[in-house]
């Protein structure tokens, strides 16, 4: 069962690494850059669970989900119980309290499992997952991982201001300095950047598959896995300056 459950993880992830790559190859560099930012996170969700109490820290990650999403359908179906209960408010409430039986029914099922691992209290195995994604990179020895990877890609996942000031930026000294390519230049530089960072993505996308390999005893291509690698670290290297960064 814990099997099947990284598995699925496993190709989840690949599934979002796949369509980070067809975003890059087909122009669409800032949506590349946004599911950078799911693969990073998978990969670290990934690599956490299998590296260390992979039972227990997979039943975390199961608890959590179950408990945060149960606070939200509750959090829901009293603001909706709130307003005047119109037929189709009395509709709304009803689909609610659907999801929220559907839920309890899953809940149900995973504790089920749980108590068949030997996790009969919810609160006790839940201490094996930390509450931030930071603090789960911290016990993994990547937190610097975290700051240079995964936050710096937050420009196009949350729309900020970021890449809208460079714009505006370009534009402007173009004019004042008279350098018309300058927004060219910011513009590759900005390409590159997502380049440079979805080959970071796939390099942590393998070590997460190559730790869960390991962490199961399962087997693997060692030495083709380690000629990737190593070919992603030169291929970023190669990229970095054009991307506005250093290695």
Same mark, same amino acid.
Request: aromatic share 8%.
């Given at each position: 069962?814990?099997?099947?459950? *990284?598995?699925?993880?496993?190709?989840?992830?690949?599934?979002?690494?796949? +369509?980070?790559?067809?975003?890059?190859?087909?122009?669409?560099?800032?949506?590349?850059?946004? /599911?950078?930012?799911?693969?990073?996170?998978?990969?670290?969700?990934?690599?956490?669970?299998?590296?260390?109490?992979?039972?227990?820290?997979?039943?975390?990650?199961?608890?959590?989900?179950?408990?945060?999403?149960?606070?939200?359908?509750?959090?829901?179906?009293?603001?909706?119980?709130?307003?005047?209960?119109?037929?189709?408010?009395?509709?709304?409430?009803?689909?609610?309290?659907?999801? /929220?039986? @559907?839920?309890?029914? $899953?809940?149900?099922?995973?504790?089920?499992?749980?108590?068949?691992?030997?996790? +009969? %209290?919810?609160?006790?195995?839940?201490?094996?997952?930390?509450?931030?994604? =930071?603090?789960?990179?911290?016990?993994?020895?990547?937190?610097?991982?975290?700051?240079?990877?995964?936050?710096?890609?937050?420009?196009?996942?949350?729309?900020?201001?970021?890449?809208?000031?460079?714009?505006?930026?370009?534009? =402007? =000294?173009? /004019? /004042? %300095?008279?350098?018309?390519?300058?927004?060219?230049?910011?513009?590759? #530089?900005?390409?590159?950047?997502? @380049? $440079?960072?979805?080959?970071?993505?796939? @390099?942590?996308?393998?070590?997460?598959?190559?730790?869960?390999?390991?962490?199961?005893?399962?087997?693997?291509?060692?030495?083709?896995?380690?000629?990737?690698?190593?070919? *992603?670290?030169?291929?970023?290297? #190669?990229? @970095?300056?054009?991307?506005?960064?250093?290695?």
């Amino acid at each position: 069962m814990v099997l099947c459950a *990284l598995e699925n993880l496993s190709n989840r992830l690949y599934e979002q690494a796949a +369509g980070m790559l067809v975003c890059l190859g087909t122009g669409s560099a800032a949506a590349a850059e946004t /599911v950078a930012r799911t693969v990073i996170e998978g990969a670290f969700n990934l690599q956490f669970i299998v590296s260390k109490d992979h039972e227990a820290r997979l039943f975390a990650f199961f608890y959590q989900y179950l408990k945060e999403h149960d606070r939200k359908l509750h959090d829901w179906q009293q603001l909706e119980s709130a307003k005047t209960q119109t037929p189709e408010q009395i509709a709304i409430s009803k689909a609610i309290a659907e999801q /929220v039986s @559907a839920h309890q029914a $899953m809940s149900d099922f995973v504790k089920s499992l749980g108590k068949g691992l030997g996790f +009969g %209290r919810v609160e006790t195995v839940m201490q094996h997952w930390p509450s931030s994604l =930071y603090k789960r990179c911290e016990q993994m020895d990547k937190a610097g991982h975290y700051l240079t990877s995964y936050h710096r890609l937050s420009a196009s996942s949350h729309i900020n201001a970021e890449e809208t000031i460079r714009w505006l930026f370009g534009t =402007y =000294y173009s /004019v /004042v %300095r008279q350098d018309p390519r300058l927004p060219e230049k910011l513009s590759l #530089e900005t390409v590159s950047y997502s @380049a $440079m960072m979805t080959r970071i993505a796939v @390099a942590h996308y393998i070590e997460a598959n190559i730790v869960t390999c390991r962490a199961l005893n399962t087997k693997y291509e060692e030495v083709s896995l380690q000629k990737t690698m190593i070919q *992603l670290a030169k291929s970023i290297d #190669e990229i @970095a300056s054009a991307a506005g960064s250093t290695i």
